[in-house]
C-alpha cells in the first residue's frame, strides 16, 4: 500500500507537521528524507529496510560513500543531500554556543563536540578553543590514533593554544566502542596536558568523552577540578 493511501495522521510528513520531528521514530525520519520508495516497498519500508541493512540511523548516516551508495533506492544525489543535512546540523549547533560562554550552555556544547567526534571511525582528539569569556574561538581535530587509542602530545596542544590566543578551552575525544567511560590513561593524559597548559596561563574546563548516547564530562563525574 503507497503511503497516499495511509490515513493522514499515519504519513510521516503530515505527523512531523501536526506533532513535531521528535514524533517520528527512526524509519519515519528516514523516510521523510527519502520521499519515495522502491518497486514493492514504500518509503516507510525501504527506510526500514535501510536501518536493518545498516544495523541503526548512526551507521546509515556515517556510511562511507560507496557503501551508500551500493543499496536500493539511494543514489549520489541523496548522498550529497544527506551529507549537506548533517554539515547544516554541525553549523547550527556551532552558532548555538557560539552566542554565549559555553560554561551557560554546557549540553549544547556536549551536542556539538558529539556532532564533530562522533562519526570518527578510529580514536580522535580534538580542543574546543575558548576566549577570556569563554566564547569559542574554534574547535579542532588535533590528533588521529587507531580504534582504541590516540598519542596526544601536549606541545603541539600548547602550541594551538597559542596560537589561537586563547584563554581556556574544552578536552574532547571520542571512544569508537560507544563506551563513554574515562580509562586511567585518559586521566593521566588530561592532567598532564592541564599541567602543560597552566605554564602558559590557559585553563582546561572540562574533558568530554563521546560514544553513544550523552557524552561524558570528567569534571562532572569529578575526575578532576576545572
Known amino acids: 500500500m503507497s503511503i497516499r493511501d495511509w490515513p493522514a495522521a499515519e504519513r510521516?510528513?503530515?505527523?512531523?507537521?501536526?506533532?513535531?520531528?521528535?514524533?517520528?521514530?527512526?524509519?519515519e525520519l528516514l523516510a521523510v528524507f527519502l520521499r519515495t520508495g522502491v518497486a514493492g516497498k514504500s518509503a516507510v519500508d525501504l527506510a526500514?529496510?535501510?536501518?536493518?541493512?545498516f544495523?541503526?540511523?548512526r551507521q546509515l548516516l556515517e556510511a562511507d560513500m560507496p557503501i551508500f551508495l551500493a543499496e536500493m533506492g539511494l543514489g549520489p544525489a541523496k548522498y550529497t543531500q544527506l551529507q549537506a543535512v548533517m554539515e547544516i546540523g554541525r553549523r547550527h549547533l556551532a552558532e548555538t554556543i557560539a552566542r554565549d560562554s559555553v560554561i551557560q550552555s554546557p549540553r549544547a556544547v556536549r551536542r556539538y563536540l558529539k556532532s564533530m567526534l562522533r562519526?570518527?571511525?578510529s580514536e580522535a582528539f580534538g580542543c574546543l578553543f575558548l576566549d577570556t569569556k569563554h566564547r569559542p574561538l574554534g574547535f579542532e581535530v588535533l590528533f588521529r590514533g587507531t580504534i582504541d587509542s590516540a598519542s596526544v602530545y601536549p606541545r603541539e596542544v600548547v602550541r594551538r593554544s597559542l596560537a589561537k590566543n586563547a584563554a581556556a578551552l574544552i578536552l574532547c575525544h571520542n571512544h569508537p566502542s560507544g563506551i563513554p567511560e574515562p580509562s586511567q590513561a585518559d586521566l593521566h593524559m588530561t592532567l598532564r596536558l592541564k599541567d602543560a597548559l597552566s605554564l602558559v596561563?590557559?585553563?582546561?574546563?572540562?574533558?568530554?568523552?563521546?560514544?553513544?548516547g550523552e557524552p561524558l564530562s570528567m569534571v562532572e563525574q569529578g575526575w578532576f577540578a576545572a
Open 12 to 27: 510521516p510528513r503530515e505527523k512531523l507537521l501536526e506533532r513535531g520531528a521528535a514524533s517520528l521514530s527512526d524509519a
Open 48 to 53: 526500514r529496510h535501510l536501518l536493518e541493512k
Open 55 to 57: 544495523g541503526g540511523l
Open 119 to 121: 562519526h570518527e571511525q
Open 201 to 212: 596561563e590557559v585553563r582546561v574546563l572540562d574533558h568530554i568523552i563521546v560514544g553513544d
